[in-house]
Nanobody
Framework: QLQLVESGGGLVQPGGSLRLSCAASGFSLEYYAIAWFRQAPGKEREGVSSISVRDSGTMDSASYAHSVGGRFTISRDNAENTVYLQMNRLKPEDTAVYYC???????????????????????WGQGTQVTVSS
């Protein structure tokens, strides 16, 4: 069975940090670009960040929503079949369920996929809750 599994969510105080993980089961992430989305109660789902199939380690391999730029960092470890989202300086408005999603294709080999069109993504995880509160 092909699936993505998120972990690492929890309750954190404002200004704190969390690292989310997105692990693939049943398939290799090696040829997939990955994105993180989030959905807060009563709000629409929004794209947070994405990373290309090949991570050059430069800014060209990743994209970020304006609201998280400079605070969140996406990375991938293909050997571990896992993508990470390091979240620093968390704010109450970051509270949401966070989902990872995967899209296959050489189109995203060196450039990150869009985080504005969730329909492009073929596989989705079940989500992990992040709550930022004092």
């Amino acid at each position: 069975q092909l699936q993505l599994v998120e972990s690492g969510g929890g309750l954190v105080q404002p200004g704190g940090s969390l690292r989310l993980s997105c692990a693939a089961s049943g398939f290799s992430l090696e040829y997939y670009a990955i994105a993180w989305f989030r959905q807060a109660p009563g709000k629409e789902r929004e794209g947070v960040s994405s990373i290309s199939v090949r991570d050059s380690g430069t800014m060209d391999s990743a994209s970020y929503a304006h609201s998280v730029g400079g605070r969140f960092t996406i990375s991938r470890d293909n050997a571990e079949n896992t993508v990470y989202l390091q979240m620093n300086r968390l704010k109450p408005e970051d509270t949401a369920v966070y989902y990872c999603a995967a899209v296959y294709g050489t189109l995203w080999y060196y450039q990150p996929p869009s985080i504005t069109n969730a329909d492009e993504y073929q596989y989705w995880g079940q989500g992990t809750q992040v709550t930022v509160s004092s």
